[in-house]
């Protein structure tokens, strides 16, 4: 069993869109979760960054973190065509540690 | 925020030849740079965690023969890709963490290797 599931989609929406992505990992020594996009042929970019359990909004972006039930998620809001990117969910047992990553979700924002 | 850099963006080179890549960070010292490998379609895999002035701590599974790390200054550190192979063909991306910035990592745009 992988440390960190995602499934890797592809996932299409129509634009305006409401997206839901998530993760659900195995090690209970995570304490930080960050999501990050990344475009084709380029490096991840970090989008959210949690500490522990709980919501983080961020424009149209909104983290969520459960770690009772080692579930995170990621909504996008009324999403758009430069929404369409891979991403990937990624988290650490510490500030600064090393990190695991998520498979990635491709999603495509369709006009 | 803060940016890092990797050279070359792509490489080809011939099966056996060994391939150096550089990972700097711009605009902030990084005392720990790590280098991942991600496959196509596959999630960015952690090969070793480069802390300036001492050895590599190279990840399970990761020949630290093969994949030689040097990170001589806070601003650089380099990955050498001796005696490729085609099985190697990979995407290499590099982050730095800012010390100064919550221990953030900053990742490079990535190295596209084809070995032919």
């Known amino acids: 069993q992988k440390e960190v599931e995602q499934d890797p989609g592809p996932l299409s929406v129509p634009e305006g869109a409401i997206v839901s992505l998530n993760c659900t990992y195995s090690?209970?020594?995570?304490?930080?979760f960050m999501w990050y996009r990344q475009y084709s042929r380029k490096g991840p970019e970090l989008l959210m960054y949690?500490?522990?359990?709980g919501n983080k909004e961020d424009g149209r972006f909104t983290a969520q973190v459960d770690k009772s039930s080692k579930y995170i998620s990621l909504f996008i809001r009324d999403s758009q065509p430069s929404d369409s990117a891979t991403y990937l969910c990624?988290?650490?047992?510490?500030?600064?540690?090393?990190?695991?990553f998520g498979t990635g979700t491709q999603l495509k924002v369709e006009l | 925020g803060a940016v890092v850099s990797q050279h070359p963006s792509r490489v080809i080179c011939k099966s056996g030849t060994s391939v150096k890549i550089e990972c700097r960070s711009l605009?902030?010292?990084?005392?720990?740079m790590f280098w991942y490998r991600q496959f196509p379609k596959q999630s960015l895999m952690l090969m070793a965690t480069?802390?300036?002035?001492?050895?590599?701590?190279?990840e399970q599974g990761v020949e630290k023969d093969k994949f030689l790390i040097n990170h001589a200054s806070l601003t650089l550190s380099t990955l050498t890709v001796t005696s490729a192979h085609p099985e190697d063909s990979s995407f290499y991306i590099c982050?730095?963490?800012?010390?100064?910035?919550?221990?953030?990592?900053?990742f490079g745009p990535g190295t596209r290797l084809t070995v032919l």
């Open positions: 090690n209970s020594a995570f304490q930080y």
């Open positions: 605009d902030f010292q990084a005392t720990t």
């Open positions: 480069s802390n300036e002035g001492s050895k590599a701590t190279y």
């Open positions: 982050s730095a963490r800012d010390p100064t910035a919550s221990d953030e990592q900053f």
């Open positions: 990624a988290m650490s047992t510490g500030g600064g540690n090393k990190l695991t």
């Open positions: 949690t500490y522990s359990s």
